[in-house]
Nanobody, 125 residues
Framework: QVQLVESGGGSVQAGGSLRLSCVVS????????MGWFRQAPGKEREGVASIDSLGATSYADSVKGRFTISRVNAKNTLYLQMNSLKPEDTAMYYC???????????????????WGQGTQVTVSS
């Protein structure tokens, strides 16, 4: 059974940091396309960061230089390190995955098969 469980969200002041984790069961994060998405109230879900099977990464322009996506294969866990947080980063953050080797990152939601339940990030000014 495939399961993605996020954790690490919370409330921080602007300029602070958080690290989100996504523990995956059912398949290997190292052999999958993985991504982080977020959705703020009243807005569409948007891609934040993506990592492919080779370890190539991509980021939304709004988070480049502040967020880092990574994975630890031995723990089958995906991470999102978020630094210099801004109030506009406030959203529900979701981990997403597509099983199977994939080369090339993407923010296309339709290409991800499995999603976590989300973890809330709130940044105050």
């Amino acid at each position: 059974q495939v399961q993605l469980v996020e954790s690490g969200g919370g409330s921080v002041q602007a300029g602070g940091s958080l690290r989100l984790s996504c523990v995956v069961s059912g398949y290997s994060v190292g052999r999958s396309l993985m991504g982080w998405f977020r959705q703020a109230p009243g807005k569409e879900r948007e891609g934040v960061a993506s990592i492919d099977s080779l370890g190539a990464t991509s980021y939304a322009d709004s988070v480049k230089g502040r967020f880092t996506i990574s994975r630890v294969n031995a723990k089958n866990t995906l991470y999102l390190q978020m630094n210099s947080l801004k109030p506009e980063d406030t959203a529900m953050y979701y981990c997403a995955a597509r099983n199977g080797l994939r080369f090339g990152t993407t923010f296309s939601r339709s290409l991800y098969n499995d999603w976590g339940q989300g973890t809330q990030v709130t940044v105050s000014s």
